[in-house]
């Protein structure tokens, strides 16, 4: 492998699996899922066995013309191997941009706009996606489009390169553009996120902290989308501790359960939502959660509920909830673990201290006036592990740096003892609510036929709760005026089914679409 003069301080995802291997090249990696671009590598792969793949689909991405600098579209359907054509893109020197399969062909003809420049971006897709993108001017928005799987006759296909000439790795500079994700898109087309080998390796360094208090080596099942930087950060960790792993494209809870009791992890890391998807296995007599003694979530505040009742699952001394605050432009930012005796008087939204070696954090008054819990502020972060732009879109990250200081977006405020607590993010604030998540939070604890609770700006800015129940049920009115009666200015609640409500690839609401759907409905 070509040395790096600068692996220590920056992290190269291309040669993340090559290096790992040469200490722990046994360690198994296990899928739940057959992976597209490989069929035949079958769901248990040793770490030698990964490093091998990365090389091999880098050649093959090398003889359909990729070269270092590019920007390589990954675009397909939810499965590990967006992982591997990820690594495999990097280690070609060229930039992977990960979209989620979740993206319609309207959004992803945008951001496949906004990254013509000198070159047109290269595009790798699955049979399924090209489908969808059949109405799209693919010969003017790429430079080329190569098949990963079913993709049919008239596209290039990596299958048909195997055993293309090897191609030794190339290295950017720290500084430079080395993976580019989006944000989750909640108030319209995302933003197109670019980390360099810098500000990845920054983030590692509060999570080795935490991993630190793993006092063996556990089985770590890893439920988050396949292109999210959160994932390349976990499989970073994962791979240089040569910790066995699980990697889940089937998130509903029956095959989550059956990948717990085949496996058995220690530590589970997944969305919060889907956390809250999972709480009923907590009373699944084949006790699939028994195992766990590490849950971690770096999205979204989870409700009280629903930690309570995952520690409560787990059938291992003293387990511990991992609750991380951070977004995709700053990584991991404040975080605190509770354990079983914290839940009872959990308050959802003190998302913790700032991490070792992580981000500092500052809140600022929105309005001249002091924060506090009844003036909350903006909350603005500053360390190296922000990413370092927009792409396209300068002026648009320059609007969120205030002397230095990142500004997320969120409002909130800190207690005495240093505690941040986020109460909403700003777009999302209604007037006369104190937090539209503390009222979400606390009203889910007292409804058990919830699975979910959101509320948003009515037709007249009237906070409205729009409910999910277990099994779409209707709700007994009389239970939910009882759940309410703390909340007068709530207005009528409006009943949809869980499928209904408009999700984010991460699974967060978006609330200002369903604001609008309000509108049309009400």
Same mark, same amino acid.
């Given at each position: 492998?070509?040395?790096?003069?600068?692996?220590?301080?920056?992290?190269?995802?291309?040669?993340?699996?090559?290096?790992?291997?040469?200490?722990?090249?046994?360690?198994?990696?296990?899928?739940?899922?057959?992976?597209?671009?490989?069929?035949?590598?079958?769901r248990r792969l040793t770490v030698a066995e990964v490093a091998a793949f990365a090389a091999d689909l880098a050649n093959r991405l090398a003889a359909a013309g990729v070269r270092a600098g590019a920007h390589v579209v990954?675009?397909?359907?939810?499965?590990?191997?967006?992982?591997?054509?990820?690594?495999?893109?990097?280690?070609?020197?060229?930039?992977?941009?990960?979209?989620?399969?979740?993206?319609?062909?309207?959004?992803?003809?945008?951001?496949?706009?906004?990254?013509?420049?000198?070159?047109?971006?290269?595009?790798?897709?699955?049979?399924?996606?090209?489908?969808?993108?059949?109405? @799209?001017? !693919?010969?003017? /928005? *790429?430079?080329?489009?190569?098949? &990963? %799987?079913?993709?049919?006759?008239? +596209?290039? $296909?990596?299958?048909?390169?195997?055993?293309?000439?090897?191609?030794?790795?190339?290295?950017?500079?720290?500084?430079?553009?080395?993976?580019?994700?989006?944000?989750?898109?909640?108030?319209?087309?995302?933003?197109?996120?670019?980390?360099?080998?810098?500000?990845?390796?920054?983030?590692?360094?509060?999570? @080795?902290? !935490?991993?630190? /208090? *793993?006092?063996?080596?556990?089985? &770590? %099942?890893?439920?988050?989308?396949? +292109?999210? $930087?959160?994932?390349?950060?976990?499989?970073?960790?994962?791979?240089?501790?040569?910790?066995?792993?699980?990697?889940?494209?089937?998130?509903?809870?029956?095959?989550?359960?059956?990948?717990?009791?085949?496996?058995?992890?220690?530590?589970?890391?997944?969305?919060?939502?889907?956390?809250?998807?999972?709480?009923?296995?907590?009373?699944?007599?084949?006790?699939?959660?028994?195992? &766990?003694?590490?849950?971690?979530?770096?999205?979204?505040?989870?409700?009280?509920?629903?930690?309570?009742?995952?520690?409560?699952?787990?059938?291992?001394?003293?387990?511990?909830?991992?609750?991380?605050?951070?977004?995709?432009?700053?990584?991991?930012?404040?975080?605190?673990?509770?354990?079983?005796?914290?839940?009872?008087?959990?308050?959802?939204?003190?998302?913790?201290?700032?991490?070792?070696?992580?981000?500092?954090?500052?809140? &600022?008054?929105?309005?001249?006036?002091?924060?506090?819990?009844?003036?909350?502020?903006?909350?603005?972060?500053?360390?190296?592990?922000?990413?370092?732009?927009?792409?396209?879109?300068?002026?648009?990250?320059?609007?969120?740096?205030?002397?230095?200081?990142?500004?997320?977006?969120?409002?909130?405020?800190?207690?005495?003892?240093?505690?941040?607590?986020?109460?909403?993010?700003?777009?999302?604030?209604?007037?006369?609510?104190?937090?539209?998540?503390?009222?979400?939070?606390?009203?889910?604890?007292?409804?058990?036929?919830?699975?979910?609770?959101?509320?948003?700006?009515?037709?007249?800015?009237?906070?409205?709760?729009?409910?999910?129940?277990?099994?779409?049920?209707?709700?007994?009115?009389?239970?939910?005026?009882?759940?309410?009666?703390?909340?007068?200015?709530?207005?009528?609640?409006?009943?949809?089914?869980?499928?209904?409500?408009?999700?984010?690839?991460?699974?967060?609401?978006?609330?200002?679409?369903?604001?609008?759907?309000?509108?049309?409905?009400?």
């Open positions: 492998m070509s040395r790096n003069p600068n692996h220590k301080r920056g992290l190269y995802l291309g040669t993340v699996p090559e290096r790992a291997a040469v200490k722990h090249g046994a360690a198994l990696l296990t899928l739940d899922h057959d992976l597209d671009v490989l069929p035949e590598a079958g990954v675009h397909k359907r939810a499965n590990f191997d967006a992982w591997l054509l990820a690594t495999a893109t990097a280690r070609l020197g060229a930039i992977p941009v990960m979209l989620s399969p979740a993206l319609p062909a309207p959004t992803v003809a945008a951001l496949l706009r906004r990254l013509r420049g000198p070159h047109r971006p290269h595009l790798l897709v699955d049979g399924p996606k090209l489908a969808e993108l059949a109405g @799209l001017p !693919l010969d003017e /928005l *790429t430079s080329s489009v190569i098949g &990963v %799987a079913g993709t049919g006759r008239g +596209v290039p $296909s990596l299958a048909r390169l195997a055993g293309s000439p090897p191609v030794p790795p190339e290295f950017r500079g720290l500084d430079e553009p080395a993976m580019i994700t989006h944000t989750s898109g909640t108030t319209g087309v995302p933003k197109l996120v670019v980390h360099t080998p810098r500000t990845m390796r920054a983030r590692l360094r509060p999570q @080795l902290a !935490l991993l630190a /208090l *793993t006092r063996r080596r556990e089985t &770590v %099942a890893v439920s988050v989308p396949f +292109v999210h $930087s959160r994932l390349f950060a976990a499989m970073a960790l994962v791979l240089r501790k040569g910790m066995p792993a699980v990697l889940m494209a089937h998130h509903d809870p029956e095959s989550a359960a059956k990948t717990f009791l085949r496996n058995r992890p220690g530590l589970v890391e997944a969305l919060p939502n889907s956390f809250l998807a999972w709480e009923g296995l907590a009373a699944d007599p084949r006790e699939p959660l028994a195992s &766990v003694k590490y849950f971690s979530s770096t999205f979204d505040a989870l409700h009280p509920r629903t930690v309570r009742r995952l520690l409560d699952a787990s059938r291992r001394r003293a387990p511990r909830f991992f609750q991380i605050y951070g977004q995709s432009e700053v990584g991991p930012a404040a975080g605190r673990p509770y354990f079983r005796r914290d839940t009872r008087g959990m308050d959802g939204r003190c998302v913790g201290f700032p991490l070792p070696g992580s981000a500092r954090i500052r809140v &600022v008054p929105r309005n001249g006036r002091k924060v506090s819990a009844a003036n909350p502020g903006f909350i603005e972060v500053r360390w190296d592990g922000i990413a370092r732009t927009y792409h396209g879109e300068q002026d648009r990250y320059d609007e969120n740096v205030h002397d230095g200081w990142w500004r997320t977006g969120d409002v909130g405020y800190r207690t005495r003892a240093g505690c941040l607590h986020m109460l909403d993010r700003e777009t999302d604030t209604i007037p006369g609510v104190g937090s539209s998540l503390e009222i979400e939070d606390t009203v889910l604890d007292r409804l058990e036929e919830l699975v979910e609770l959101v509320v948003v700006q009515g037709p007249d800015a009237e906070p409205v709760p729009v409910l999910c129940t277990r099994g779409d049920e209707p709700l007994v009115p009389a239970r939910w005026r009882a759940a309410t009666a703390d909340y007068p200015q709530l207005g009528a609640p409006v009943h949809l089914p869980l499928a209904e409500l408009p999700r984010t690839a991460t699974l967060k609401t978006r609330r200002v679409e369903l604001s609008r759907l309000l509108h049309d409905r009400l």
